[in-house]
């Protein structure tokens, strides 16, 4: 009897994500190599497989999946959405047509940044939010993107005070000390609320 395939249990990829990729991603098309910072239930790292790579293309998904130190209803969900994107993606790799090929990381993003081979031509920074980890990944992830390469950082509107339990610099202020030290090395793609994207001059 063949295994079930795990559902996603979460929409922020489909209402919040997509559209922006439908519209400004998927008609620059395909790409040969993806990586993305942040996977956990795997919805858009297989949606970018799926749109974005080009025949015998590859995604790369890298997350700790690191449940310690939180409470137990926290653990369970990150168990559980590691479960999920592993359920999701051995599927993917078992049934695509086009021969791409999707491979997770169970590991920190700096450590794999830092020893990675691979030069992906689109990257998406979705990992820890907190804005010593948001700069390292936003720099390393850049370090090695292809030259006209797309480099995506979500959740920008994160920022310091943004909400009562958010009383250190986020997302937002690491993405506003990038551009500012980069600013004449790329263009912008697209800029919204809680996204941008930018291609590597």
């Given amino acids: 009897m063949p295994e079930k395939v795990l559902q996603a249990t979460k929409a922020w990829f489909r209402k919040n994500v997509r559209p922006l990729w439908e519209n400004h991603l998927k008609p620059l098309a395909p ?3 993806y990586l993305e910072i942040g996977v956990f239930e795997g919805e858009s790292l297989l949606w970018a497989a799926e749109n974005l790579l080009c025949s015998s293309g590859l995604a790369y998904g890298v997350d700790p999946w690191v449940p310690e130190g939180m409470g137990r209803q926290q653990s369970r969900r990150i168990n559980d959405a590691m479960r999920i994107s592993r359920s999701r993606v ?7 047509k086009l021969h791409r090929i999707v491979s997770l990381y169970q590991e920190k993003s700096e450590g794999f940044l830092k020893k990675v081979l691979i030069y992906p031509d689109i990257i998406y920074v979705d990992g820890n939010h907190r804005a010593p980890f948001a700069i390292t990944d936003i720099v390393l992830s850049w370090s090695i993107l292809r030259k006209g390469g797309i480099l995506i950082v979500d959740d ?3 920022r310091k005070g943004s ?3 958010r009383l250190l610099p986020e997302t937002g202020e690491a ?5 500012a030290c980069y600013e004449n090395l790329f263009e912008v793609v697209y800029k919204e609320e809680m996204q941008v994207a930018v291609r590597k001059l």
């Fill in 31 to 33: 790409f040969k190599c």
């Fill in 90 to 96: 051995k599927e993917f790799n078992e049934t695509d």
């Fill in 156 to 158: 920008i509107h994160l």
């Fill in 163 to 165: 909400r009562p339990f």
């Fill in 175 to 179: 993405w506003d000390a990038f551009s």
